[in-house]
């Protein structure tokens, strides 16, 4: 500081920015150049073929069948885990009633937050092996061994184009509502009591309490999870990989832009054709982002 403030400040953030720039910006740097080549991964000179690629991917079925795909998980993946998260953190936090004067939870609220919780701490990977095994065509399965207990057939819940992708679905929200209950909970657990108990003394039910009281003062915060449950909407990558029949399969439907990215680099050797459809992935979670915080803007509540 003898030299003064910008000195100072230069010299702890000169480490992070380069680092940012070498790890981050540098890869979607290159990641734009080989978009507009042919490179296969084995030249060191790839041939420039400018918007080539991105016109292929206007004529290319398989990439519209992933965006499709995408566009049912931005709807499906945030309304079911936004709408489960939000009905276990309410009655973790308030949905046992008043007492003593004071909001509490259901009994045992602390327990089911660790286990609501637990499915966040398991890598991708292993949630995707655990559901290979429940969704298990034969008798071998937890779901088909109990739809056999009870002399029902067994269901091809990876197999059948009609329900593989919401078998998916299910999957994901299984893995992502725990977190999200955590962060309603620190949302509600922030709200004053107070506004609580005075709705109670005008007679406010728990559904009244939950849509007029709780869901106005959560607001920002299910902005933020709409967003972060939207960018994971544009991944299932790992998912997809683990658990679908042919990776991506029964025929593409399951098939995400990470997975035919993934197909098209290190199955086909195709690196600038899978890098165009990475820049597009990354443009459609940036515009979903912007328009998204840009939709779902309003007016802060001061408590």
Do not use: C
Not at 240 to 263: C, F, H, K, N, W
Not at 281 to 297: D, N, P, Y
């Amino acid at each position: 500081m003898r030299h003064g403030r910008y000195p100072f400040i230069v010299g702890f953030l000169a480490a992070p920015v380069a680092i940012y720039v070498t790890f981050v910006l540098g890869p979607y740097a290159q990641a734009f150049y080989l978009a507009t080549t042919n490179w296969r991964g084995v030249s060191a000179n790839p041939e420039f073929i400018g918007l080539e690629n991105f016109t292929r991917l206007l004529d290319d079925d398989v990439f519209w069948k992933a965006i499709r795909h995408h566009g049912l998980l931005l709807l499906a993946l945030p309304l079911l885990t936004i709408a489960l998260a939000l009905f276990f953190a309410f009655l973790l936090n308030v949905g046992g009633g008043s007492r003593g004067g004071v909001m509490t939870g259901v009994w045992g609220s602390r327990f089911y937050r660790v286990v609501f919780f637990f499915p966040q701490v398991l890598a991708v990977v292993i949630v995707g092996v655990i559901f290979s095994r429940v969704y298990a065509p034969d008798d071998s399965g937890l779901l088909n061994g109990a739809l056999g207990a009870v002399g029902i057939d067994p269901v091809l819940f990876m197999a059948d184009p009609d329900i593989a992708l919401w078998s998916i679905i299910a999957v994901l929200v299984w893995q992502a509502v725990g977190f999200y209950v955590v962060l309603f909970s620190a949302g509600m657990s922030s709200v004053p009591k107070d506004i609580y108990e005075a709705a109670i003394i005008d007679g406010a039910g728990r559904a009244a309490m939950f849509f007029r009281v709780t869901l106005p003062l959560l607001w920002d915060t299910l902005q933020v999870a709409w967003v972060y449950l939207g960018i994971a909407a544009f991944d299932a990558f790992a998912i997809v990989q683990v658990l679908s029949v042919d990776q991506g399969g029964p025929d593409g439907a399951t098939t995400v832009l990470g997975m035919e990215i993934y197909r098209n680099a290190f199955s086909y050797s195709q690196f600038g054709y899978a890098s165009a459809m990475g820049v597009a992935l990354f443009f459609l979670t940036i515009t979903f982002a912007a328009l998204t915080l840009r939709v779902s803007k309003r007016d802060t509540i001061e408590l």
